[in-house]
T-cell receptor, first 114, second 115 residues
Framework: AQSVAQPEDQVNVAEGNPLTVKCTYSVSGNPYLFWYVQYPNRGLQFLLK??????LVKGSYGFEAEFNKSQTSFHLKKPSALVSDSALYFC????????????FGKGNQVVVIP | EPEVTQTPSHQVTQMGQEVILRCVPISNHLYFYWYRQILGQKVEFLVS????????KSEIFDDQFSVERPDGSNFTLKIRSTKLEDSAMYFCASSERGQGAYGYTFGSGTRLTVV
């Protein structure tokens, strides 16, 4: 069964500094990988996905993520964090074998300090 | 931008009562899902629904749970006899196709509190 690990509970970063949120996955076959963000009292908003092709994926709000097959990782990055990036970030994976369920990580709380 | 709409945003119910959580998926989407997130824990898959039937369900989705698309626009999750451990945020999602490449759109969630 597919699974995701997000090893850190909270990521603190100063505004303007680079932001990295880590994600590793386990899946049989080739993965479909996603990042979602959740602001307080809001739903899960799609940021970006990796399906195939270029390992560096660019998404919404200046975020990007790099798929690394050998390390089974899909870390989310942003070169310069904003205070408004403070939110809960979820990594998710599904396999390409036909089932439709997403497996989510536990989420990382990102706190951007002004 | 099209949205998935969920109502109510918050529901409090007594243990043993039935609850129905409602969702309006994006109109041209064909696949529908329910996920839940117990406070402080992972978002967990419950069920997927296509062509008026369940296409996949998790071990969490036992006989207490049911889903329905009663009128071609709403997609509902019913919990027959709620337990304290059903307290969670429930997210509805929809996708245009069954393949993940097309992405999933999530609603804002319904926070269910069982007392």
């Amino acid at each position: 069964a597919q699974s995701v690990a997000q090893p850190e509970d909270q990521v603190n970063v100063a505004e303007g500094n680079p932001l990295t949120v880590k994600c590793t996955y386990s899946v049989s076959g080739n993965p479909y990988l996603f990042w979602y963000v959740q602001y307080p009292n809001r739903g899960l908003q799609f940021l970006l996905k990796y399906i195939t092709g270029d390992n560096l994926v660019k998404g919404s709000y200046g975020f990007e993520a790099e798929f690394n097959k050998s390390q089974t990782s899909f870390h989310l990055k942003k070169p310069s964090a904003l205070v408004s990036d403070s939110a809960l970030y979820f990594c998710a994976v599904r396999d390409n074998h036909g089932n439709n369920r997403l497996a989510f990580g536990k989420g990382n709380q990102v706190v951007v300090i002004p | 931008e099209p949205e998935v709409t969920q109502t109510p945003s918050h529901q409090v119910t007594q243990m043993g009562q039935e609850v129905i959580l409602r969702c309006v998926p994006i109109s041209n989407h064909l696949y529908f899902y329910w996920y839940r997130q117990i406070l402080g824990q992972k978002v967990e898959f419950l069920v997927s629904f296509y062509n008026n039937e369940i296409s996949e369900k998790s071990e969490i989705f036992d006989d207490q749970f049911s889903v329905e698309r009663p009128d071609g626009s709403n997609f509902t999750l019913k919990i027959r006899s709620t337990k304290l451990e059903d307290s969670a945020m429930y997210f509805c999602a929809s996708s245009e196709r069954g393949q993940g490449a097309y992405g999933y759109t999530f609603g804002s969630g319904t926070r269910l509190t069982v007392v």
